[in-house]
């Protein structure tokens, strides 16, 4: 009998299962003609599995049981937000009116959609401090680029091409990659010893073929750039324009106006600081928001209200024009929207909580891993594998063994300007009870890292697989069944 | 990740700041990484190298190289004009890891100034960089 029972980390792939002939659907039956189908347009069917239907629930469902999830543990991973995702959020998207509107529908037959569309955009604006906003960008680095795309057009109108953009060392690696895209020649400027940007260094790369500069506030170690007013007027003076990048909204939601901050762009990424699911590739939502000399150059089409009720207008003639098809993702949205109108005031709640609890876990972990930049975060602080390397220790080691503890590893060597790094972004989520636990996890790692440091290089133990290899498989990958 | 007294540093290249090296042949010059450079970066999976030809200034940018960790920026150690750069690295990235000093080469380079060279650390100095 031993030989017929499956190791519980075995799960055959879909072409290992299944018989021929087998299937999980039954076509509908056919209401037109039978038509004899172009010889040249047959050929060899694709090579699907055949499979029942139960097979393949069995499949999908033991292997979901074997994932780390929001829904299932803890999920630190830095700079990435990844916060519960209220339930209720997915029951407002799956009704029926929203889930089965057809894009296609005008505009007086969606008014309702139109609506949530209009108001979730007044909401955005009041919550940054910018007046207008578009909820086109399917995710953050497509907001990125309409930023670049309205810095590029508001320039020309200014009878000026700028040609360079300016990006901190410690901003988000789609940055430099968005302003690239848009034609812009990023300009890299250091950070302070302290890790935030210092005026002068902006003041010294500043000038009349410089667009602008690309902030992420607080930046990517999790520190709030306290000179952003002062960076701001020094960019203004010389004609710039200043983008920030809102992927960290979740430390500062409703606790600064980004407008009397100086900023003129930002993106905010719904699927981060509005809780809407994430990951895995799946649709993400980068709504851009921009001060009012900037509202001419947004995507169309607009929602716009009119004394019929809310419509299209594609009446702009400075736009920079479409971004997505249709009007972004919109089951996204509706998911943002709820979120908005289920905290309503408590939303100025969250960022308080979401900087408590990262400093909670600085605290706790300060005098056991390398802390580069030792002072008060924001919403995610930033570890080193520095004392660890002593052991021959390394982050992806630690990393791999957070599994082992049940808990869902942070961002590893990201920041680039921290060798080794460790980041970890609790968000608002997690009780004091799990911040515990993730803590002493992290203790107790730091502990075998001196006394049995083998153990983490062998790291995870327990989980269904392994140290999987990540070289072959970025080296030859296998994108096929 | 090894120790420094674990890795290799011969004394017939000279290195850079940035952790590249090179060595005369000929005319030209032999560029790539150390075995510290490589150490660091981890498992390497892809080599980005420039077009032969191309006009190098000191310390400009000429490619990259992905890890399993991340993208690193590569510097050239001296002005020149590239002409050669190591082919084989498209299909074989892991001659890095390997052979960061012989088979993992990167580029041969005709240099604007010979005296570039002679500015380069030694091995003495680079090992008390490295310690530093």
């Known amino acids: 009998m ?122 955005l604006a009041a919550i940054t401090g910018l007046p207008a906003v578009t909820l086109q960008p399917a995710a953050g680095a497509q907001g990125e680029l309409t930023g670049m795309l309205i810095f590029h057009a508001y320039h020309g109108d200014q009878g000026r091409r700028r040609t360079k953009i300016l990006i901190p060392d410690t901003a988000h690696g789609t940055n430099p990659a968005s302003a690239t895209l848009c034609g812009f020649t990023a300009v890299a400027v250091p950070s302070g010893p302290d890790g935030i940007l210092e005026p002068e260094a902006v003041a010294r790369r500043m000038d009349a073929d410089t667009a602008g500069i690309m902030v992420t506030n607080p930046n990517t170690l999790g520190l709030f750039e306290s000179h952003i007013r002062e960076v701001a007027d020094i960019v203004h003076a010389k004609g710039g324009l200043v983008y920030a990048d809102g992927a960290n909204m979740n430390a500062v939601m409703g606790q600064v106006d980004m407008g009397a901050m100086g900023v003129d762009v930002l993106h905010l990424n719904l699927h981060k600081t509005f809780s809407t699911p994430h990951g895995g ?77 990262a400093n909670y876990i600085r605290a706790g972990l300060r005098n056991h891993y390398h802390l580069p930049y030792d002072r008060p975060c924001m919403h995610e602080c930033v570890f ?41 972004e609790p968000t608002e989520t997690e009780t004091k009870e799990t911040l515990d636990r993730f803590i002493a996890a992290m203790q107790a790692i730091a502990a075998e890292a001196v006394e049995d440091p083998e153990r983490l290089r062998q790291a995870p133990l327990h989980a269904h697989r392994r140290r999987l290899d990540e070289v072959q498989a970025a080296r030859k990958p296998c994108l096929t069944g | 990740m090894k120790d420094i007294e674990e890795l290799q540093f011969p004394d017939d290249v000279r290195y850079s700041k940035d952790h590249e090296w090179a060595r005369p042949e000929g005319d030209l010059f032999v560029v790539g990484i150390s075995d510290y450079a490589q150490d660091q970066l981890g498992d390497i999976v892809f080599v980005e190298l420039p077009e032969t030809g191309r006009e190098l200034q000191q310390n400009e940018e000429f490619g990259s190289v992905e890890s399993v960790k991340a993208v690193s920026e590569l510097f050239a150690p001296l002005a020149g ?52």
């Open chain 1, 384 to 424: 080193s594998d520095k004392h660890q390397q002593a052991h021959k220790v390394t982050a992806l080691d630690i990393a791999k063994r957070l599994i082992d503890f049940g808990f869902h590893p942070p961002t590893i060597y990201f920041p680039l300007v921290v060798p080794g790094a460790l980041m970890i």
């Open chain 2, 81 to 132: 004009t590239v002409m050669e750069v190591n082919g084989a690295l498209d299909d074989a990235p892991e001659k890095v890891n390997q052979e960061p000093y012989s088979d993992g080469w990167m580029m041969k380079i005709k240099p604007a100034d010979k005296a570039d060279f002679e500015a380069l650390m030694d091995r003495d100095a680079y090992l008390a960089m490295l310690k530093g």
């Open chain 1, 2 to 123: 031993n030989d017929k029972v499956r190791k519980p980390s075995a799960e055959p792939l879909l072409w290992e299962m299944g018989a021929r002939g087998r299937l999980a659907f039954s076509l509908p039956e056919r209401d037109v003609p039978e038509h004899p189908l172009d010889p040249a347009l047959a050929g060899e069917g694709p090579d699907f599995p055949d499979l029942s239907e139960p097979e393949i629930v069995r499949h999908y469902t033991r292997l979901s049981q074997w994932n780390m999830a929001v829904d299932t543990t803890m999920y630190p991973l830095g700079s990435c937000t990844m916060k519960y995702n209220p339930k209720t959020n997915d029951r407002q998207a799956a009704l029926p009116g929203i889930a089965g509107a057809h894009p296609l529908l005008p505009p007086p037959l969606s008014q309702g959609l139109l609506r949530l569309m209009f108001e979730l955009e007044q909401f």
């Open chain 1, 281 to 357: 590739g799946g649709p993400g939502a980068g709504p851009v928001c921009v001060s009012a000399a900037l509202a001419p150059y947004l995507p169309v089409p607009r929602v716009v209200l009119t004394a019929d009720g809310f419509t299209w207008s594609d009446d702009f003639p400075r736009t920079i024009g479409r971004l997505h098809a249709f009007y972004g993702n919109f089951g996204i949205l509706v998911r943002a929207y709820s979120y908005i109108l289920s905290l309503g005031a408590d939303l100025t709640r969250i960022s308080p909580l979401a900087v408590l609890n």
